[in-house]
């Protein structure tokens, strides 16, 4: 049994050691599961009285919130004879003497009474608990003294387990990362008489019946460690899962950042209408100079003609729309009725873009009309193109307005 004893000291020290404190954000969800070590004293009130004989251990314990936990005890000692009867209190007449070895577990509830009257302390808290346990008996009995009819019972050796109900009261100091000191007492009553191995009178049929109780009080002392990553614990600090002040201001920020990104996209649409709507202006202020190019053409030696590229392509594109092709038509038609006039394109962009490659993409652009006109039956004699890129600006490229102002293809019929 020694051993044993000693294997299991040497399991919690191990175990103890592994328990390394981690900082932990605050706030963060507070430890609950802890691991104890505790010493102390027992004394039996019995049928024969008991010395005071030493008993060690260790607990599990679940704290669910400061005012609550849950405790589960395993703890080993021994009860030794005294030469008090705790009988009669009269000496231990019938020389009767026993050792039990035992080996107790129990399953407490602990409640802390002054968080139950309100306080807020997070130093020291006084608790009461209450469990039901199991204690394993090892019982060797001796009578040096039988005296008529305690000569047909000298005691009975056995390693009979028994039930008991635990009450107690503890007090608790909290010691600071992650590890507290109490002390506690508890009161012990077993359903029966099988501690100290010993009936009072034999010959009566309900001692037959092990119905005479055993009892007996225990002082243990000792230290908890808390399990987990967090510098707070359960039992003495309240967690509210969502009240973080660091979380709402996390969040507070990203609202505002939304709310930000939100006004600047609004801002970017309501842009976008003005643009539109001056893109729709320009559309039809070149339909209506389109409408009469084929006179303009025979009057005027020199006529110019600007148009967006926007209207003629896509984004970053050579490609010619469809809306787009019936306004090149009309160039097609003044150019038919007026063979001896030709035609330069110049295409144009703005600076989005490395300069060389706008560079490429304005000269891909005046030779796609170029394509679309011979494809339409205008000689390519008649026709030269050119490309300047971002060199040429309009306007300087300050704005989204300005760029769609630059990217533009102009075009000379003389």
């Not at 990553?229 to 967690?239: G, K, Q």
């Not at 025979?298 to 148009?307: F, G, H, L, Q, S």
Request: with cysteine; glycine share 6%; charged share 25%.
């Amino acid at each position: 049994m020694k051993i044993f004893y000693k294997l299991c000291i040497v399991a919690l020290i191990a175990s103890l050691t592994l328990v390394s404190p981690v900082d932990a954000q605050e706030n963060q969800e507070p430890n609950r599961l802890s691991i104890g070590l505790m010493g102390g004293v027992t004394q039996g009130h019995m049928n024969i009285g008991t010395e005071y004989d030493p008993t060690f251990g260790f607990n599990l314990r679940y704290a669910a919130n400061p005012t609550f936990a849950i405790q589960t005890n395993f703890l080993f000692g021994t009860f030794t004879s005294s030469d008090e009867d705790g009988f009669n209190n009269q000496g231990n007449y019938y020389d009767r003497h026993f050792e039990n070895s035992y080996f107790i577990t129990s399953v407490t509830s602990q409640i802390n009474m002054l968080r139950m009257l309100g306080s807020k302390s997070e130093t020291v808290n006084l608790y009461a608990t209450v469990g039901l346990g199991l204690i394993f008996n090892d019982v060797e009995t001796e009578t040096r003294n039988p005296i008529g009819a305690w000569q047909q019972f000298t005691g009975e050796d056995h390693s009979e387990p028994a039930f008991f109900a635990n009450f107690g009261a503890g007090v608790r100091f909290n010691l600071g990362r992650r590890v507290d000191l109490f002390a506690q007492y508890d009161y012990n009553i077993a359903n029966d008489d099988l501690i100290d191995g010993h009936r009072t009178r034999p010959e009566l049929d309900i001692d037959l019946n092990r119905r005479t109780q055993d009892h007996w009080s225990t002082v243990t002392a000792g230290i908890q460690i808390k399990f987990g990553s967090s510098d707070r614990d359960a039992d003495w600090h309240t967690y509210r899962p969502g009240v973080d002040p660091a979380a709402l201001d996390r969040l507070d920020r990203r609202v505002t950042d939304l709310d930000g990104r939100v006004a600047d996209n609004t801002s970017r649409l309501d842009e976008h209408e003005q643009l539109i709507r001056a893109l729709e202006d320009r559309m039809n202020e070149l339909e209506d100079r389109m409408d009469n190019l084929e006179q303009l053409v025979a009057e005027m030696d020199r006529v110019d003609i600007t148009i967006d590229s926007d209207v003629l392509f896509a984004f970053d594109s050579s490609v010619i729309r469809e809306n787009a092709k019936p306004t090149l038509a009309k160039i097609v038609r003044a150019l038919a009725n007026n063979p001896d006039k030709q035609l330069s394109v110049a295409g144009h962009t703005c600076d989005i873009g490395s300069e060389s490659y706008n560079q490429g993409l304005s000269e891909r652009r005046a030779n796609s009309v170029k394509e679309y006109l011979v494809n339409s039956g205008i000689s390519a004699d008649r026709i030269s193109t050119s490309g300047y890129g971002e060199t040429r600006p309009l306007v300087p490229n300050q704005s989204e307005e300005a760029r769609m102002l630059n990217r533009r293809v102009e075009m000379v019929i003389q």
